[in-house]
């Protein structure tokens, strides 16, 4: 069990994290399908979802540039069909325990946000439930810097007024949220969920502290009472 004295802040990621993605990334999956079958292409639900985990096992940034790059043989169709995609953010929803896991957490700790994502977070956080917990937003369309840049990480830290090392960073990717926030001190938790559960673990120090399946693993984790003799 991890020693939890003197962390004071966790800080979250939003995608496949606190919301689940699967459904507009399988939508997107679907739109690229029937136009690229429109265009005469033999193109599989399977196939690509197939390239989308390859993309993140071998920590590719856009998978569905490389599904796109892999399955369409013509440049002017592939500017086709990438210009029509469109990422449907409303088919997103919460993973069911979000809220009260965040209502429970909040009793002890600060809640923060280090994301990408399109304008409009604090909205969508609102209308899932979930502002409410939240303290401090650092997302990348507002602060014009994303991640893995650690400069997003510093303004988040910057706000909250706390150490790297009195905070947690939790999120999906080790790419976009371990590494960044190890190298910057930071805590950090991987919850294997979403796409993001195919990348591969890298070096020891680029490891992160503790790795968990699912949101509601948080609470044992973390709302462990610190021994004060040791």
């Known amino acids: 069990?991890?020693?939890v004295r003197g962390i004071q802040w966790l800080f979250f990621d939003v995608g496949?994290?606190?919301?689940?993605e699967w459904e507009p990334v399988d939508d997107i999956i679907g739109q690229f399908v029937r136009e690229a079958c429109a265009l005469g292409y033999q193109v599989e639900m399977q196939t690509v979802r197939d390239i989308f985990?390859?993309?993140y096992q071998n920590y590719e940034q856009w998978p569905m540039k490389l599904a796109i790059r892999t399955l369409i043989s013509d440049e002017g169709h592939r500017e086709k069909i990438q210009e029509k995609l469109k990422f449907r953010k409303e088919l997103e929803r919460p993973f069911p325990s979000a809220d009260a896991v965040l209502q429970t957490l909040s009793?002890?700790?600060k809640i923060g946000i280090i994301a990408n994502q399109s304008p409009g977070t604090e909205t969508r956080l609102d209308s899932y439930g979930l502002r409410k917990y939240v303290d401090v937003l650092a997302c990348s369309a507002e602060e014009g810097v994303s991640k893995?840049?650690?400069?997003?990480y510093a303004v988040a830290l910057k706000q909250a007024g706390c150490k790297p090392e009195e905070a947690v960073m939790i999120g999906d990717r080790i790419d976009n949220d371990?590494?960044?926030?190890?190298?910057l001190g930071m805590h950090t938790i991987r919850i294997l969920q979403g796409y993001g559960r195919f990348q591969p673990e890298l070096a020891d120090a680029e490891r992160p502290d503790w790795t968990i399946k699912s949101l509601e693993e948080l609470l044992p984790l973390l709302m462990v009472t610190p021994n004060s003799d040791n």
């Open 178 to 183: 371990i590494i960044p926030a190890k190298k």
């Open 53 to 55: 985990a390859a993309s």
């Open 148 to 152: 893995p840049d650690p400069e997003l």
């Open 1 to 3: 069990m991890p020693d």
């Open 16 to 20: 496949d994290t606190l919301v689940d």
């Open 107 to 109: 009793q002890r700790y």
